[in-house]
Antibody, heavy 120, light 112 residues
Framework: QVQLVESGGGLVKPGGSLRLSCAAS????????MSWIRQAPGKGLEWVSY????????NYADSVKGRFTISRDNAKNSLYLQMNSLRAEDTAVYYC?????????????WGQGTLVTVSS | DIVMTQSPDSLAVSLGERATINCKSS????????????LAWYQQKPGQPPKLLIY???TRESGVPDRFSGSGSGTDFTLTISSLQAEDVAVYYC????????FGPGTKVDIK
């Protein structure tokens, strides 16, 4: 069965950095595009970033462009999100999700999420 | 960017009754080349991640009960729960994937 397990969340000060990881199992990770989606406490869902199966293509929401970097290691079945220059408004649960499609896509499996809190 | 709206914000329905959730996109998500609507629906129960219910506006994901159905085209879409069960209490989100993904604000469904 498909499993996505996020880790790396925690409390960080404004301006700080954090690296999230997502360990995938139960499917051929290297065949799928992957994405990060976040949800601020009590709020809705916001797509954050996306990476192609071979890492050749990435895309970011305007709200994180230039501060966040998505990457993957297909040998380790792992997805990453490097978050720099963090702001209070980045506080959210971050989900990794498997993508269905390529340039136009939805999400068929989601991890349980990892909470990132940006506060002094 | 395509902006998604949903109505109502919340609704309470008696067990066994019908629940209807509306979703509207700021521009059409119907792709003329394949006549498909790039619209998905998700269910999120408290403390859980979202779960895919429907894609292509009306195709149920494997394992989703047939009391869930999606309809609509272009800019206006509907998720219908034909006979509400206690386990359907959740927030429901629509998502367009015609362009960079965007989600609706969610509709909370409760038992009356």
């Amino acid at each position: 069965q498909v499993q996505l397990v996020e880790s790396g969340g925690g409390l960080v000060k404004p301006g700080g950095s954090l690296r999230l990881s997502c360990a995938a199992s139960g499917f051929t990770f290297s065949d799928y595009y992957m994405s990060w989606i976040r949800q601020a406490p009590g709020k809705g869902l916001e797509w954050v970033s996306y990476i192609s199966s071979s890492s050749s293509y990435t895309n970011y929401a305007d709200s994180v462009k230039g501060r966040f970097t998505i990457s993957r290691d297909n040998a380790k079945n792992s997805l990453y999100l490097q978050m720099n220059s963090l702001r209070a408004e980045d506080t959210a649960v971050y989900y990794c999700a498997r993508v269905v499609g390529a340039t136009q896509y939805y999400f068929d499996y989601w991890g349980q999420g990892t909470l990132v809190t940006v506060s002094s | 960017d395509i902006v998604m709206t949903q109505s109502p914000d919340s609704l309470a329905v008696s067990l066994g009754e019908r629940a209807t959730i509306n979703c509207k996109s700021s521009q059409s998500v119907l792709y003329s080349s394949n006549n498909k609507n790039y619209l998905a629906w998700y269910q999120q129960k408290p403390g859980q991640p979202p779960k895919l219910l429907i894609y292509w506006a009306s195709t149920r994901e494997s394992g989703v009960p047939d009391r869930f159905s999606g309809s609509g085209s272009g800019t206006d879409f509907t998720l219908t729960i034909s006979s509400l069960q206690a386990e359907d209490v959740a927030v429901y989100y629509c998502q367009q994937y015609y362009s960079t993904p965007s989600f609706g604000p969610g509709t909370k469904v409760d038992i009356k």
